[in-house]
């Protein structure tokens, strides 16, 4: 089962919140069943799946790098498999975080920058197993961001980009582990700011499991340093000296500072008021939406 690296991410939870909305032309040529996209999103809730894959694409990337030699390993190295269990909309939802990024720049989305592409197999993966469970006619998205438009975030897709009429939605809301904003907390934008940077450095690096991991000296130990390494390089923070003893929850707040301070001058160029960037926080959950349609009949 899941290995140290594994603890890294959070652990997610299904909370099935779905709704459903009719997207396109009021009289499409072939009208989906109304109910089928609540059905295949209640499936992704209610389906389990076992999903393999390796860490070798960050054990390579390190090898690339030259990052963390004292603690690299051999691509083929059996301990480098994992196997995660789960349900598809858990495990789509922890792809979507687990493969986040953080934006250099405005005009880019986060997911240009990943931090690692130590989870490449296990989106893969995911993917393949959503895809296989879903069939024809339909698309998913899993996507986790702060708030939106922010610069730190990750997306899973799986399937065909709809047609423009004849679609019809159902959203599951998955929670990432950490708590919601706190009313305290939405008072001024600085407040606000600050909470939601902690809760998406938490979301990235989870400082207790992390501080485990580090403990090692193997290659999972490396991978965590250098996606550390990456967010601190990203956000302008300096994290070698906390780390160096391990103190994860030092490097986390020093993570939080650097990225509070670009977080809440956004939030306040977007919001007229604290209150309002409060309800687009979205920093606890993941959005997984799912749209079906009419699948073309075959061509005899």
């Known amino acids: 089962m899941n290995a140290a690296i594994d603890a890294v991410v959070a652990l ?20 989906p069943e109304p109910d089928r996209a609540d059905a295949v999103a209640d499936a992704l809730a209610a389906t389990t799946a076992t999903v393999n894959y390796s860490l070798a694409p960050g054990v390579r990337e390190l090898n690339r790098s030259g990052w963390g030699t004292d603690r690299r390993g051999q691509t083929g190295n059996q301990e480098l498999r994992r196997t995660t269990h789960g349900s598809l909309a858990g495990l789509l939802a922890r792809a979507a975080t687990a493969s986040s990024g953080v934006a250099l720049h405005t ?41 939106p438009d922010a610069p730190v975030g990750g997306r899973v ?70 996606r550390y390494a990456r967010v601190a390089a990203a956000t302008n923070a300096s994290v070698a000296e906390p780390l160096a003893t391990e103190d994860t ?20 160029s977007k919001y007229d008021h604290p209150s309002d960037a409060a309800e687009a926080a979205s920093v606890s959950s993941v959005r997984i939406v799912v749209r079906t349609w009419s699948a073309p009949p075959e061509v005899a």
């Open 107 to 147: 005009d880019e989305p986060p997911e240009r920058n990943p931090i690692t592409g130590t989870r490449a197999g296990f989106r893969s993966a995911v993917r393949d197993a959503v895809r296989a469970r879903t069939g024809a006619g339909a698309r998913i998205d899993a996507v986790w961001q702060p708030y």
């Open 12 to 31: 997610l939870l299904i909370s099935a919140a779905v709704g459903v909305v009719v997207t396109g032309s009021d009289t499409p040529a072939a009208e």
């Open 249 to 268: 929850a030092a490097a986390n707040a020093r993570l939080t500072e650097a990225l509070a301070t670009r977080m809440t001058a956004e939030l306040r």
């Open 157 to 226: 897709g799986v399937g065909p980009e709809p047609p423009s009429d004849g679609v019809h939605a159902a959203i599951l809301t998955i929670p990432t582990g950490v708590e919601p904003v706190p009313a305290h907390a939405t008072a001024t934008f600085g407040g606000l700011g600050h909470a939601v940077a902690s809760r998406t450095v938490e979301v990235l690096l989870p400082h207790g499991s992390a501080r485990i991991t580090l403990r090692g000296d193997d290659p999972e130990a490396a991978l965590v340093a250098h």
